[in-house]
């Protein structure tokens, strides 16, 4: 990461903590690493996230359905995906510092060090042997890249390192009052299996054909070996999956239909398209055959948002070997029975929020000759922001704060508002752009007269004089989600 970029992704984590976006999790007993709260505002934004994702892929299309399976799930389905034996990253321990690292991290941060050096022969020689070692899973040749290319622990300093080891992110606990006899159950680490195990239960109630897709939001907990990077790698997280059934063999059609449709869902809300690329991956999981990620340039790198998976029917044949149930689909064009294939989208939303906020985060400087001046902005898209409208009495007196309350009470029921009536105009706007909020009302005396307003919008910071009549309809239509979803 660049000193710059650095620093930008240090004063985005700080903002989201100044304004109540992110909290550490458990803070006044000294946190709890890798896990994390969100504030009075970010759970906002967090949802409207979550609804846009849900509009997205529930509504507006009819052959998705949405469903919430529980978190806690019978032991057996772990065994099925294949997340009891293979659910693992490779570690490796520093002897001296004690510390533990993903053996396939130390080895990207070297890469990026020698890209930085202008060293890309050697960059890139590193990242084809490591792709085949991961590719072949072979814990010694990591080591040995490892060794080869001096890669030292960044606390210790020291070169002292135990094999690569591979360890089982699932978290455990014990299910039923007693010790004995109780069973060891997991929290689940991805919200699929959830899908997979109620395939039959969906397509039979809700009389679906196919192609078509199950949709759910909900928490995923991994026991990362190690954290990083604020809430882009967390022990306690949230996904939105969707899997699509498909007629075998027409799973790459689908597969290239999803690839475009989850970027330009990606797009639609203003972002760059330099800053995302498609990263294929080189070491397919068991259970695929072919994968994408959509990658997305934060300030410290491309790093992956979302998963395109092409899982074939192993999910749904795993459960049926594993289950002794059938699960299978009744093709009437076809008149015959087959198992599906699966076409998956997996995006985790605390990254999605994370990249939300880093897209959005500006800070500008508005000094002219006269006077120094600046601003923290957040260009959040009007759909995503917590705070749809801030609602101002231009002074706290002559009947202006009561004006402005009766403005709040008829639209607060459509939009998320708030009432502000400390400081000076200019430092409520300030707030305001701080936290995204699209535009600012002020109740003036002029208002008392003729029922108008001044809008003062975020981005262009003009202001316009509107009737206060007509706010339900222009804020109706600032915030629709038709500007995101037609
Ligand atoms: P990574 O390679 O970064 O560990 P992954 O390939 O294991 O991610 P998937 O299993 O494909 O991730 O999960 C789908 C999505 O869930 C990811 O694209 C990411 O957005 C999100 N996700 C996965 N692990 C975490 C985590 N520990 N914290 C936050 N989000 C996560």
Redesign the pocket.
Known sequence: MSKNNDELFKNVVSHTKEYGFVFPSSEIYDGLSAVYDYGQLGSELKNNIKTYWWKSMVQLNENIVGIDSAIFMHPKIWKASGHVDGFADPMIDNKDSKKRYRADNLIEDKIARYIKDGKSEKADQLQTDMDAALAADDLPKLKELIELHEIACPVSGTRNWTDVRQFNLMFSTQMGAMAEGSDEVYLRP?TAQGIFVNFLNVQKSGRMRIPFGIAQIGKAF?N?VIARQF?????E?E?MEMQFFVKPGTEMEWYAHWKESRLKWHLAVGTPAEKYRFHDHVKLAHYANAAV?IEFEFPFGFK????IHSRTDFDLSQHEKFSGKKLQYFDTVENKNYVPYVIET???L??MFLLTLCNAYEEQDLSTEEKQDSRTVLHLHPCLAPVKAAVFPLTKKDGLPEKAREIMDLLKLDFNLQYDEKDSIGKRYRRQDAIGTPVCITADHQTLEDNTVTIRHRDSMEQERVNAADLDTILGKLVSWKNLLS
């Not at 809430?231 to 022990?235: A, D, K, L, T, V």
């Not at 992956?304 to 998963?307: K, N, R, S």
């Open positions: 991805e991994r990362e809430i882009m790698r967390m022990r997280f996904q990620d992956e948002v979302e998963g997996s995006i985790g605390d990254r």
